[in-house]
């Protein structure tokens, strides 16, 4: 995937995900308390959500604040890791932040499990931060080890509400935002009506959309939109 | 130079990777220049051969295109993560002599009550006399009800009557993997020596020794030779130790050689003691009927208590809102809940009776024989302990008795708990079934 020399000068970098760009819609509480988390050496967060309610974004804003006041921050999402990944978790006591995504993908798995616990004890006693994140809540998730759980029920625990339709169109209209297109009603419309309406595929098909605009040098359009999604409806990850 | 090298390159591969990869491996590196050097640190062993294998070659191509040598570009583990992997040598350890002690956990804010009064008594003369009054002493009990903090009020008191002490707190996860460093990296004698001198050694949570046989073998030389020295030892576990399995029989042994103490599960007040006194610690004015709300619902360990005071104190701050018995109820609705699901009558009669292995419906019927008597009146008091019915209804639930014999029975389990450890043990037991 990698292999390629070429390097497409012209393509502007992804702006990374940043609190400015967060839909607040229902979520003030713990969009809040995850900003707070900066503020509180020692904290720790426990943030659930449906996929697609915003979970990686806060995280991922979080972590973006964090190194532009000056600290270390590591963002891990253990979806799609394997189980050797769980060493990646070691010496994580030096950061000022560490934030564990998708905690939901490992918890039952005994290797993972003691990993987070021997991470949390280790952050936790150099006074460092951390924010975990599941699509489940914590007490519907299947940890075997019970030190662990109740370390993770110790902090602060938020949960997030997925965006509705309204809130989704919100969302769209802020990534267009960042991703500097023009996206018009219509065609937010389009994409909300006919393709999958979970938010990693509307993101994603915006991306698309950025990109084949650019190419083909056209508007975003109905029509455009149209073949993006007759492309992407039939394989696309929900991711 | 280089930084706007790396800075471009970051470009690149955000494009190219997956954002979870990017966020993941790639951002967090940090990156250190100089002499025509690139290189990139990564927190760990991990994350560096991660990157070497997958990432590097096209990092490398990047700084090749503007203009850089490819081996110029390096990933290492960084410097600061690299002391902390390895342990320090023996003298710099003794520089600081209360290694890993947290100062926060004092015996002057421990909430006791009947459910740990034996376990602090303990730690606290131990911590006055170490070495003299019980060696080992060891701590069990489920996670999250104190244990950890005695063991650090323990070492921060022995620090404190005498500096010299060399104190050294640490989980036994950590004991295990720097002696794995310190065989790696040939410097086991050094280990060895810091460990085998320590003035008081506390280790937490040695359930985790479980199966690790090189480390008990270890651990037990360094047993040996602090009690040889009368230094103190102080150990936590979240079991009794004998039923701990994979750990050496010696070993084992060895641990029953001073004195165990169980902590169990805080009761009522003590619970109520619990979310007072943190409220207080935080400068946040609690409502004692707030108190008493979560008080009743969370009855599993300390760590969830305070988590749901955490949980309760960021929403009222963010909201601005007043903590009052509604609030409360509303921001903890879906952790209250789990904590009322588990604890049903029927659930207790369950458990009870799988616990003394019989049939519930001979728990509940009319016979009066101590092997189902002794059940039904555990189960009882259990249900009046863990769950909000009247007696009159437990008694109901109960094959229809009276609403005296339920008192009886729970006095009679409460008087047998303070003679019989056997029975005091099922009871630990079973709260600890039933409320984790």
């Known amino acids: 995937m990698l292999c390629s020399p070429q390097i497409p000068l012209q393509l502007e970098p992804r702006r990374p995900d940043r609190f400015e760009d967060f839909v607040v819609g229902p979520n003030a509480v713990a969009f809040h308390a995850v900003q707070q988390l900066l503020e509180e050496p020692g904290g720790i967060l426990f943030l659930s959500g449906p996929q697609g309610s915003g979970k990686s974004h806060l995280l991922n804003a979080l972590c973006h604040a964090a190194r ?21 978790l070691e010496g994580l006591q030096t950061l000022d932040l560490v934030c564990v995504d998708d905690l939901d993908h490992v918890a039952g798995n005994p290797v993972w499990e003691q990993a987070l616990f021997r991470c949390f004890n280790e952050i936790r006693d150099a006074g460092g931060r951390l924010l975990v994140s599941s699509s489940q809540p914590l007490s519907s998730l299947p940890i075997q080890l019970p030190d662990l759980a109740s370390r993770l029920a110790w902090g602060v625990r938020q949960n997030l509400q997925p965006p509705d339709d309204a809130g989704k169109l919100e969302v769209l209209q802020q990534r267009a935002r960042t991703l500097r297109i023009e996206v018009p009603l219509d065609v937010q419309n389009y994409l909300l009506r006919y393709g999958r309406r979970d938010m990693a595929f509307l993101l994603s098909a915006l991306e698309r959309l950025k990109d084949a605009a650019f190419a083909d040098k056209r508007k975003i359009t109905v029509p455009l939109a149209r073949e993006i999604l007759g492309e992407q409806s039939g394989g696309a990850d929900a991711g | 130079m280089t930084q706007n090298f790396w800075q471009t390159c970051l470009q690149h591969l955000e494009r190219e990777m997956p954002a979870d990869d990017f966020n993941t491996w790639v951002r967090p590196l940090q990156i250190r220049s100089g002499k025509g050097r690139t290189t990139l640190l990564s927190p760990n062993e991990y994350v560096r051969d991660h990157i070497s294998l997958n990432y590097l070659e096209r990092i490398r191509d990047i700084f090749e295109h503007l203009g850089a040598a490819r081996e110029s570009v390096v990933v290492e583990i960084s410097r600061a993560s690299d002391q902390v992997a390895a342990p320090a040598p023996a003298s710099a350890q003794q520089a600081r002599p209360r290694s890993g002690l947290d100062r926060r956990y004092r015996f002057s804010n421990f909430v006791q009550g009947k459910s740990n009064e034996l376990a602090y008594a303990a730690t606290q003369q131990v911590a006055k006399k170490p070495g003299a009054a019980y060696n080992p002493l060891l701590l069990y009990g489920g996670t999250g009800l104190g244990k950890t903090h005695l063991l650090h009020a323990a ?37 060895k020596q810091h460990y085998r001198t320590a003035g008081a050694l506390l280790i937490d949570d040695i359930q985790f020794f479980a199966g690790k046989e090189r480390t008990q073998e270890e651990f037990f030389h360094t047993f040996n030779a602090l009690l040889d020295s009368q230094q103190q030892i102080i150990l936590t576990c979240d079991r009794y130790p004998k039923e701990v399995d994979g750990i050496e029989a ?11 103490v169980s902590i169990e599960p805080p009761d009522f007040e003590t619970r109520v003691a619990i979310l007072m006194n943190k409220a207080q610690e935080r400068d946040v004015a609690l409502d004692e009927a707030v108190a008493y709300l979560i008080a009743r619902r969370i009855r599993s360990n300390v760590r969830d208590l305070e988590g749901a ?6 929403n009222a701050r963010f909201t601005g809102r007043r903590i009052t018995e509604s609030f409360a109820q509303e921001v903890l609705r879906d952790l209250l809940l789990v904590h009322d699901r588990l604890i049903t009558m029927e659930n207790i009669q369950k458990s009870v009776a799988e616990y003394y292995k019989l049939r519930v419906t001979d728990m509940l019927s009319r016979r009066r024989t101590r092997t189902i008597a002794r059940p039904r009146q555990m ?39 303070e003679t019989d450890g056997r029975l005091r043990e099922d009871r630990a037991k079973l709260v600890r079934q039933l409320t984790a």
């Open chain 1, 68 to 88: 532009h006041s000056g600290m270390a921050a590591f963002y891990i999402a253990l979806k799609r890791l394997p189980e050797e990944a769980a060493a990646g």
């Open chain 2, 309 to 314: 005071l955490n949980t309760l104190f960021a």
């Open chain 2, 250 to 260: 010696r070993l084992r042994s060895r641990f029953g050689w001073g004195l165990t």
């Open chain 2, 379 to 417: 189960a009882m008091a259990l249900t009046k302990e863990l769950t909000e019915h009247s007696l009159p209804e437990i008694g109901e639930a109960f094959g229809g008795r009276d609403h005296t014999t339920v008192l009886h029975a729970c006095r009679t389990i409460e008087k047998l708990c």
């Open chain 2, 155 to 191: 070492g921060n008191m022995i620090f404190k009557r005498n500096h010299d002490a060399r104190v050294i707190y640490l989980h036994s996860e950590q004991f295990v993997s720097e002696m794995i460093q310190a065989l790696r990296g040939d410097r086991i004698d050094a280990f």
